[in-house]
C-alpha cells in the first residue's frame, strides 16, 4: 500500500502487524501520488479509481481481471484529476458505502476470478498464526 | 442494522442517507444485545458471530448459506459469552483484518451462493440516482 499521508502511525502499526502475523503486505508513505500513478502507468500498469459514480464492477471485471493494477482509494474528497488520470473509474455498485469495503469485495472478486481464494492463503513468516476454533481464542507461536 | 451504541448520530446520519438513495437498510439502536440474540434465537433464527479466530468462512458457507442469519460483529473487544450464545464463531480468514471488510465478503460471498449480485440490486424509494460514467459524475432525481 501506498500512502498518502502524513501519519507515521499508520505506516508503523500496520508494519508492525505484518511483522506478528506474517504475509508481504508493507505500506510505505508517499507525498506526490501523482507521480506515483505516473510512474506506474509508464512501466506499463493499469490504474483503477474505486468512487461510486464510476462505472459498476461486475460490468468491468472481465477488462480488468488480467491487468496489472494500481487501486486507487481516497480516504476524503478526491482530487478531480485523479478521474482523468485513472484507466477505470468503478464504482462498487452505485450506491453511498465504506470505501473498505468497496476494496474488500474488488480483491476479494478479483482473486476468485483467477481461480485463488484470498481467505485460505498460508502467510509466509511472522511469529505467530490463529488456530480456528468453533469456540474461544487459539493463537501459537510459529 | 441493530446498533449497541449510545451515540444517536451513527442512528441519525446512516437512516439519512438510505432516505436520500433509497433502500430498506435501517438502524436500530439497542441496550441488550443478549436479550435481542435471544429473541433472534427463540424465533427460529441462527446467529453468526465474525471473529478472526473461529472456522474460516470458507469451510463453513455452504453450511450457513440457507440459513436465516443475525450476524454479530464487534466494534471494540467483544465480550466473552457472544462465542457461547454464537452458532458458528467464523473467521473470514484467520488474519487481523478490518470488521468492516469481513463482513462486506461474507454478505456478498453469500449472496452469490445464493445467485444474487448485490452490486447490480435496483433500490426501491429515495430520492436520487447516480448514473454511472466512465468519468465524472452524474446524479440524477428520481
Not at 22 to 31: E, L, M
Not at 81 to 104: F, R, T
Amino acid at each position: 500500500m501506498l500512502l498518502d499521508s502524513d501519519d507515521s502511525g499508520i505506516e508503523k502499526s500496520i508494519n508492525e502487524v505484518t511483522g506478528r502475523w506474517g504475509g508481504s503486505f508493507y505500506v510505505r508513505r508517499i507525498t506526490n501520488w501523482k507521480n506515483e500513478i505516473k510512474k506506474w502507468k509508464a512501466s506499463g500498469g493499469k490504474v483503477l479509481h474505486l468512487t461510486m459514480y464510476g462505472i459498476n464492477f461486475p460490468d468491468l471485471i472481465n477488462d480488468i481481471v488480467t491487468e496489472n493494477l494500481l487501486i486507487v482509494v481516497g480516504a476524503e474528497k478526491v482530487p478531480p484529476e485523479i478521474y482523468e488520470l485513472a484507466d477505470w473509474n468503478v464504482g462498487v455498485g452505485n450506491q453511498p458505502h465504506s470505501e473498505v469495503a468497496a476494496l474488500a469485495i474488488v480483491l476479494d472478486r478479483l482473486a476468485a476470478s483467477s481461480g485463488i481464494d484470498p481467505l485460505k492463503t498460508q502467510f509466509g513468516g511472522g511469529e505467530v498464526e490463529i488456530v480456528p476454533k468453533s469456540r474461544g481464542k487459539e493463537v501459537r507461536e510459529k
